[in-house]
T-cell receptor, first 113, second 115 residues
Framework: DTAVSQTPKYLVTQMGNDKSIKCEQNLGHDTMYWYKQDSKKFLKIMFSYNNKELIINETVPNRFSPKSPDKAHLNLHINSLELGDSAVYFC????????????FGPGTRLTVT | AQSVAQPEDQVNVAEGNPLTVKCTYSVSGNPYLFWYVQYPNRGLQFLLKYITGDNLVKGSYGFEAEFNKSQTSFHLKKPSALVSDSALYFCAVRVLRGATNKLIFGTGTLLAVQP
């Protein structure tokens, strides 16, 4: 069984469109994250949710809106897509307490044309 | 500022030789340190971590890392490299901010193992 899954794997869209990426984890973790990996492979945290509550929001444009319907799901909605949004987006999950290692999804490659 | 540095963009090693991927950190308090590996077109996979205890930590796929507090380093090592070890390796440090914690990643080191 896949521990952290994301859909879609690839997303190609035009500037100005709105799109969503979905993430689900079946590890029973209470914390989920969204990361952005740019073309130079630099990995930066965007958001973190703990038990459906937003706990980290790292200076991300408000065009990006995460939503957590329950603690197993964390979706990312992006409005008015821009060329600079092209990247690979990774979802991850962990326990808030304890050993803290994060488990990552396979990534969603977003290409904005 | 709390950070982690990987000074080498790329490390080249011949198959069968020992490998080292370097990582240094800057963090207040006791560091929680992690290594992750990313294969092409895949997500990051957890390799190993240091929280407390023995300075030499063993992880997946025969990798180990040595925590050195005086040098603020956490280098990743393997006694004998395999071609299949070729991948992008990330060092990370946990940062506490109030009641929350997050990982700060280094810029990654590409390991290329030649047959």
């Amino acid at each position: 069984d896949t521990a952290v899954s994301q859909t879609p794997k690839y997303l190609v869209t035009q500037m100005g469109n709105d799109k969503s990426i979905k993430c689900e984890q079946n590890l029973g973790h209470d914390t989920m994250y969204w990361y952005k990996q740019d073309s130079k492979k630099f990995l930066k945290i965007m958001f973190s949710y703990n038990n459906k509550e937003l706990i980290i929001n790292e200076t991300v444009p408000n065009r990006f809106s995460p939503k957590s319907p329950d603690k197993a799901h964390l979706n990312l909605h992006i409005n008015s897509l821009e060329l600079g949004d092209s990247a690979v987006y990774f979802c991850a999950s962990s326990q808030q307490t304890g050993s803290y290692e994060q488990y990552f999804g396979p990534g969603t490659r977003l290409t904005v044309t | 500022a709390q950070s982690v540095a990987q000074p080498e963009d790329q490390v080249n090693v011949a198959e069968g030789n020992p490998l080292t991927v370097k990582c240094t950190y800057s963090v207040s308090g006791n560091p929680y340190l992690f290594w992750y590996v990313q294969y092409p077109n895949r997500g990051l996979q957890f390799l190993l971590k240091y929280i407390t205890g023995d300075n030499l930590v063993k992880g997946s796929y025969g990798f180990e890392a040595e925590f050195n507090k005086s040098q603020t380093s956490f280098h990743l090592k393997k006694p004998s490299a395999l071609v299949s070890d070729s991948a992008l390796y990330f060092c990370a440090v946990r940062v506490l901010r109030g009641a929350t914690n997050k990982l700060i990643f280094g810029t990654g080191t590409l390991l290329a193992v030649q047959p």
